[in-house]
T-cell receptor
Framework: SQELEQSPQSLIVQEGKNLTINCTSSKTLYGLYWYKQKYGEGLIFLMM?????EEKSHEKITAKLDEKKQQSSLHITASQPSHAGIYLC?????????????FGSGTRLQVQP | GAGVSQSPSNKVTEKGKDVELRCDPISGHTALYWYRQSLGQGLEFLIY????????KSGLPSDRFSAERTGGSVSTLTIQRTQQEDSAVYLC????????????FGPGTRLTVL
């Protein structure tokens, strides 16, 4: 089955710094989703990537899917305390035909003022 | 509200009791998913419903777990004879159709089994 590995597992940055979170798949990605979760809340959809080399941005967050479609990165520019939370990548589990997402274990981000 | 809602938000129960968790998806969404998030672990798929098709139950961890979706809308996840290892946050999501579509998540139900 498809597995997603996220790195780093946790990250502490100073406000204003840039950071990158990576998501690597054991198989080709056909749909890669980035979500953000705050403690005690559900997941908030950030972006979806499908095409190799695709890049999307929303405010200060940019996500990319590499050409081989096995790795995605999430980059935050000039981080703010509001960016703190757990970032999860999820992928369509095409291998099993299962119509639900397989998720990475998450990256916990703390932004210090 | 326009989002996915879940109830209760928190549930504390004693080992051996049955619990029911409810999910109200976004109106018009034909696909509904249940996931479980245990402490220190990622999200684990449980079950998925798509329209009138038979649900995909392949993620249910044991026969103590069951779910139904009435009228293609509201879904109930039932856990019978709860065990301490069932303690987790249970998340529900819905989407227009399955696959290649953004899933909208509810706030989750935090289940604690004493």
């Amino acid at each position: 089955s498809q597995e997603l590995e996220q790195s780093p597992q946790s990250l502490i940055v100073q406000e204003g710094k840039n950071l990158t979170i990576n998501c690597t798949s054991s198989k080709t990605l056909y749909g890669l989703y980035w979500y953000k979760q705050k403690y005690g809340e559900g997941l908030i959809f950030l972006m979806m990537l499908q095409k190799g080399g695709e890049e999307k941005s929303h405010e200060k967050i940019t996500a990319k899917l590499d050409e081989k479609k096995q790795q995605s990165s999430l980059h935050i520019t000039a981080s703010q305390p509001s960016h703190a939370g757990i970032y999860l990548c999820g992928a369509d589990d095409v291998d099993t035909g299962r119509r639900a997402l397989t998720f990475g274990s998450g990256t916990r981000l703390q932004v210090q003022p | 509200g326009a989002g996915v809602s879940q109830s209760p938000s928190n549930k504390v129960t004693e080992k051996g009791k049955d619990v029911e968790l409810r999910c109200d998806p976004i109106s018009g969404h034909t696909a509904l998913y249940w996931y479980r998030q245990s402490l220190g672990q990622g999200l684990e798929f449980l079950i998925y419903f798509q329209g009138n098709s038979a649900p995909d139950k392949s993620g249910l961890p044991s026969d103590r777990f069951s779910a139904e979706r009435t009228g293609g809308s509201v879904s109930t996840l039932t856990i019978q004879r709860t065990q301490q290892e069932d303690s987790a946050v249970y998340l529900c999501a819905s989407s227009f159709i399955a696959s290649y579509n953004e899933q909208f998540f509810g706030p989750g139900t935090r289940l604690t089994v004493l």
